[in-house]
C-alpha cells in the first residue's frame, strides 16, 4: 500500500489509481499544515468501509512520516518504511 501511495503522490502511478485518488490539496481550499503530501481521505458511512483500498490506502499513507513521504526516490522511500513501526501505523 505505502509504495502505491507514493507513486501517487509522484505522479508515477497507473492511470487507473490516480483517476481514483487525489492528493488532499486538491480536494479543499483550506490551508492545512503538510496537506500537499497526503491524499485525499474519502468520509465513510460504516466501519466496513475503513477496510477497504479506497479508505485504508489514504489513512494509511497520511499516518506516514512528513520526511519519508516528502522523498523524491521510490528506493529511499523504502527504506525508510523499514525503520517504521507498522502496529502503530495501523492502529485507527
Do not use: Q
Not at 497507473?14 to 503530501?37: C, G, H, P, Q
Not at 489514504?58 to 517504521?84: A, C, Q, R, Y
Amino acid at each position: 500500500l505505502p509504495n502505491h501511495g507514493f507513486k501517487i503522490s509522484t505522479g508515477e502511478a497507473s492511470s487507473y489509481l490516480t483517476d481514483k485518488f487525489s492528493k488532499a490539496e486538491a480536494k479543499n481550499s483550506y490551508n492545512i499544515r503538510n496537506s500537499e503530501l497526503n491524499i485525499h481521505l474519502p468520509l465513510t458511512k460504516t466501519d466496513f468501509m475503513k477496510w477497504c483500498f479506497s479508505y485504508a490506502g489514504p489513512k494509511l499513507w497520511n499516518s506516514l512520516p512528513n520526511s519519508t513521504k516528502s522523498t523524491n526516490s521510490l528506493v529511499v522511500f523504502t527504506k525508510g518504511l523499514e525503520d517504521l513501526d507498522f502496529d502503530v501505523l495501523l492502529s485507527y
